[in-house]
């Protein structure tokens, strides 16, 4: 009988025993954390938690060798030491620690955010942040004028509910154009990172967990676009993920005016947008519209906007008496406001009248135009008599 010694004695102990508690495991697709291990026999019974972004402490109990797809994850680094992850009860002590040190939700008038931003903001960009904070529920309406850095300052409120762990989900709804923009603003500026809900997240996603995954649940921060919004299939998936009212949570909706109503009837029509946006506002607990051009001119509309932002204080169809109503939940400043007050060192549009020397007959601007008329006028006529394709493609052209 050879007396050398057996060699990977250690990787067999480990497949037959199973993951030490406190390890890290893959098991049915998903990350685990091991609370507890308990061999019996040639069995090992594991408790687990979920680490994954959309199961965040779920527990599954497994036996560690019926499972057809367990594996350890870096099983050579647990075993190698100091490097080994801590004991469930150190880590926890360091998260608390973690918890207790950040900024207490008593004081309102303490900020965080600005400080930890990679940003420096502007001094009138800290008054939505404090009106934001004066409130028990943020339901601002931050409607400075363009280039005033409207998102910068949503970005420090988000920040600041963060830091102060008010909000632990949030949706951001935005124009198309400017879906990945919000993105990339937040991720660089605020170190935040935010999923574009689209259709390809949608089925990478079906991809990883099955087609009857809803998208919603896999994450806790999105970007959206008003596009997808107004789709009922997708609604359907928000309305599950928040419920009838969802703690913590959190909505910025970009271009807010296009969710009011443009209607001079007494009693306003909600449009398609209108309606998606009035039935998952109610279920946020914090909402935050921000729009350049909050009133169309029609106060009924604009009633109807305020109503969905804070139900409590505004009613559709009763005209909002004035800025002393308005003043609680809405900023709203000029250029010409910030420059006055804030000093701020803004450009300032100047408009210099141009005298055209030549005849307005003769300009050539309006030759070039004339002339572009009368090529769309004998192109189309030349596709009066072609197919509908040859028409649409002629109409692109002329129209484009």
Wanted: proline content about 6%; charged content about 30%.
């Amino acid at each position: 009988m050879s007396t050398e010694p057996e060699l990977f004695t250690d990787a067999r102990d480990l497949t037959r025993s199973g993951p030490e508690r406190g390890s890290f495991v893959r098991v049915r697709q998903r990350r685990w954390m091991v609370e507890r291990a308990e061999p019996f026999d040639a069995l090992t019974a594991l408790d687990l938690a979920c680490v994954e972004d959309d199961a965040q402490g779920e527990r599954l109990s497994v036996i560690w060798e019926a499972e057809p797809d367990a594996s350890v994850i870096d099983a050579a680094r647990a075993r190698s030491g100091p490097l080994r992850p801590d004991p469930p009860e150190r880590f926890a002590a360091y998260l608390h620690a973690l918890r207790w040190g950040c900024v207490t939700a008593t004081d309102p008038t303490l900020f965080q955010a600005p400080l930890r931003a990679g940003i420096i903001p502007k001094s009138y960009q800290l008054e939505p942040l404090r009106k934001a904070l004066a409130l028990p529920r943020v339901n601002l309406f931050i409607a400075d004028d363009v280039g005033l850095g409207k998102t910068i300052e949503a970005g420090l409120v988000l920040h600041e509910l963060l830091l102060r762990h008010r909000v632990h989900r949030a949706v951001i709804a935005a124009p198309p154009s400017v879906v990945l923009q919000w993105r990339d603003e937040l991720r660089q500026r605020f170190g935040l990172d935010f999923t574009v809900y689209d259709r390809a997240f949608i089925l990478d996603q079906r991809r990883r967990r099955g087609f009857g995954v809803n998208p919603w649940t896999t994450r806790a921060f999105f970007v959206v676009s008003h596009a997808l919004l107004r789709d009922e299939d997708h609604l359907t998936g928000l309305r599950d993920w928040l419920g009838d009212f969802a703690s913590g949570s959190m909505l910025i909706l970009d271009e807010a005016h296009v969710a009011a109503p443009a209607s001079a009837s007494r009693y306003a029509v909600d449009t398609q947008i209108t309606r998606a946006v009035r039935d998952i506002a109610r279920r946020f607990e914090h909402r935050l519209f921000l729009s350049a051009t909050p009133h169309n001119g029609h106060s009924n509309s604009f009633s109807s906007l305020m109503h969905i932002l804070d139900p409590q204080r505004f009613t559709r169809g009763i005209d909002i008496s004035g800025p002393a109503q308005l003043a609680p939940v809405m900023v709203r400043r000029l250029k010409a406001d910030v420059r006055r007050f804030a000093n701020a060192s803004l450009p300032e549009r100047k408009l210099v009248e141009v005298a055209l020397d030549v005849a307005v007959d003769d300009a050539p601007e309006l030759q070039l135009a004339e002339r572009l008329a009368e090529y769309d006028d004998a192109l189309s006529a030349r596709a009066e008599g072609a197919d509908k394709r040859a028409r649409g493609l002629v109409r692109i052209a002329v129209e484009g």
